[in-house]
């Protein structure tokens, strides 16, 4: 990375579902966070989510956003398109960071090249566990869930 110029901040960039918003993506986005000076985290759409998760999100894309706004480490929210990565966006949020999460299905030597052909310069960091619990899972969360109120 060749870095931001004098007085610019360093803007750090996640995505991911954060349906059912727990400690596990907390701490992510505090570890996001601590690379850099700003932290924006594009939250996906529930296209994306069906695809993806082959279900419906608990919660609505617009929810998810308003609840990361909230988090005080998180600067600013976008919702993704419904198609994959858009790089459009990612383009005008113009990071120097791209953080990957420790769960997140994402090769990051074959992300970096997928920027780079997309004209987009930003470092791709993988963050490391650092909260290893059924607690931080979502899916476990939705077991636990079913299982306690629903059998």
């Keep these: 990375m060749s870095g931001p110029s004098k007085g610019r901040k360093i803007r ?3 995505g991911g579902v954060f349906d059912i918003l727990h400690v596990g993506h907390v701490h ?3 570890q996001a966070k601590e690379l850099g000076d700003e932290l924006v985290v594009i939250v996906a759409h529930d296209e994306t989510v069906r695809r993806n998760k082959r279900r419906n999100p608990i919660n609505p894309a617009e929810d ?5 706004r909230a988090i005080r480490y998180v600067d600013e929210v976008y ?9 459009e966006l990612v383009r005008r949020i113009n990071p120097d960071v791209i953080a990957i ?3 997140q299905n994402f090769n990051c030597e074959k992300l970096k090249e997928e920027l780079k052909r997309h004209g ?3 470092e791709v960091i993988r963050v490391p566990y650092l909260y290893k619990s059924d607690r931080a899972k979502t899916t476990k969360i939705i077991r636990r869930i079913v299982e306690e109120f629903c059998e």
């Design 101 to 103: 999460g420790p769960d």
């Design 28 to 30: 992510f986005l505090k």
């Design 120 to 122: 987009i310069e930003a």
């Design 64 to 68: 998810r956003a308003e609840l990361l």
């Design 79 to 87: 919702i993704g398109s419904p198609g994959g990565i858009d790089f």
């Design 12 to 14: 750090v960039l996640v």
